[in-house]
């Protein structure tokens, strides 16, 4: 059964998002299987820039909605960077994961966590990481678990969007070694961000949202649609009662 919407609302934690478009959106349609059933054709330079621009967008969205689903009592924001010029992802990705092993084993449970990949001027790599359950460790015993270089703890304690606050530090990049490759990678069974299209409840909720808790708002226009965003953190309002 086609359905279509005009509003929806998507809910990380305490950050609301609404959208509203001018011309419906039909539930389940993508602009990709419009393609599958045309013919194939090469995709020129600048549309593969294009593409790998829009799939670097989806990935910062991605990584703002899942931190801030996550984010807690306990969480930590923690930067790893490698003492030796470690450019090969798969090797850095391997040293990543023989670390969250050697910290599970310390801590004694499972590490919830997100981790995203950045290249330094160098050319090595380094991650930053979110790691939502992580109880309190001294710096230089985690850097003694890591093994690797340099690590450091950032206070997020008085950061309202926290998943923003990561985005901040993914740089745009074209380096060849992420064609193919996650930007980020996360741990299993974190919250995912809840998307609400039902119209009685979008206009419940949204209705419900207070506009001293509005932190940006916009209208843009795609090939297919125009689009009124408001972003809504209702963590501002928490931490002024």
């Not at 599958?36 to 703002?64: L, M």
């Not at 990705?93 to 001027?121: A, H, P």
Request: charged share 25%; proline share 2%; hydrophobic share 35%.
């Amino acid at each position: 059964m086609i359905s279509s919407y005009l509003k929806k609302v998507i809910v990380s934690g305490n950050v609301v998002e609404v959208y509203d478009y001018e011309k419906p959106i039909i539930a389940g349609y993508s602009v990709k299987d419009h393609y599958k059933r045309g013919r194939c054709f090469e995709a020129s330079e600048e549309d593969k820039q294009i593409n790998r621009g829009k799939v670097f967008n989806r990935a910062k969205r991605d990584i703002r909605r899942l931190v801030n689903c996550n984010i807690g009592e306990f969480s930590k924001f923690v930067t790893l960077t490698f003492r030796e010029n470690i450019t090969d992802l798969k090797v850095a990705n391997y040293e990543w994961k023989k670390f969250k092993q050697r910290l599970e084993t310390k801590i004694g449970y499972k590490l919830q966590y997100l981790v995203v990949i950045e290249f330094q001027k160098r050319g090595a790599i380094h991650y930053h990481c979110v790691m939502f359950n992580l109880p309190y460790i001294q710096n230089n015993k985690l850097q003694e678990i890591w093994g690797n270089g340099f690590v450091k703890i950032n206070n997020i304690d008085n950061v309202d969007n926290v998943g923003a606050y990561v985005c901040k530090y993914m740089t745009k990049t074209d380096d060849d070694r992420l064609l193919g490759q996650k930007m980020y990678f996360s741990s299993r069974g974190l919250k995912k961000p809840v998307e609400i299209k039902e119209e009685s409840r979008v206009e419940s909720l949204a209705s419900s949202l207070p506009a001293s808790a509005l932190a940006y708002s916009n209208t843009f226009e795609n090939e297919y649609n125009t689009i009124s965003y408001k972003q809504y953190n209702l963590n501002s309002l928490l931490s002024q009662k």
